[in-house]
């Protein structure tokens, strides 16, 4: 039979005692460090999921055209809400556009001043990105503006245009500078 070095055995009832130790007092209790929040809603739709993120590239557009009519035809941007349901009784949808404003244009969306997409073409300058419904009624930036109403159940959509107009004094000055454009812009629905 083997036999332990006393010292060794004592040294292994010390383990054993600490751990049956550890074991029986009660953890103390850490201060919570994980919190969930979160809002529970009944929307009537929901916006399709490829128009999280809305892409709309301008066809080319000479400045002639520009100094000539001010802007650009609009061209078309639609959103679809799928999974409608009217019976929850908020059917009148609104919409609410967040940007960097144009200085020269108040209430039409500024061109990044960042890079051009390429990283390596001039920028254009001298113009802004203006919002309309399609009987030319505009929709500025930081305002509430009535999008429709849910007309069935379902899916559903909201069709503005967004046109490239150029600002007042490039304009005058003829002083509206070729290249790139590109702007961002948040958009928001909401049902009442």
């Known amino acids: 039979m083997y036999s332990l070095n006393p010292y060794l055995r004592a040294m ?114 001298g113009v802004a990105i203006g919002l309309e419904r399609a009987d030319g009624t505009p929709l500025p930036l930081y305002q509430t503006h009535p999008a429709g109403v849910l007309m069935k159940d379902g899916s559903n959509e909201i069709s503005f245009l967004a046109y490239l107009q150029g600002e007042p004094e490039a304009l005058k000055e003829r002083t509206i500078g070729v290249g790139s454009f590109m702007a961002a812009m948040t958009f928001k629905l909401t049902y009442e």
Do not use: I
Not at 23 to 31: C, G, N, Q, Y
Not at 54 to 83: I, K, N
Not at 84 to 108: A, H, I, M, R
């Open 12 to 125: 292994a009832w010390l383990v054993v005692g600490a751990v049956v130790l550890v074991l029986a007092v009660p953890a103390k209790a850490e201060p919570k460090n994980m919190f969930f929040a979160g809002r529970l809603v009944a929307e009537p739709c929901t916006l399709r999921a490829a128009d999280a993120l809305v892409r709309l590239e301008f066809p080319s557009v000479a400045t002639r055209d520009l100094y000539r009519r001010t802007r650009t035809q609009g061209q078309p941007v639609v959103l679809h809400l799928e999974g409608c349901d009217t019976t929850l009784g908020k059917n009148q949808v609104s919409l609410y556009f967040d940007g960097t404003e144009s200085s020269g244009l108040p209430g039409l969306l500024k061109l990044s001043s960042t890079v051009s997409m390429d990283g390596t073409a001039e920028l254009a300058t």
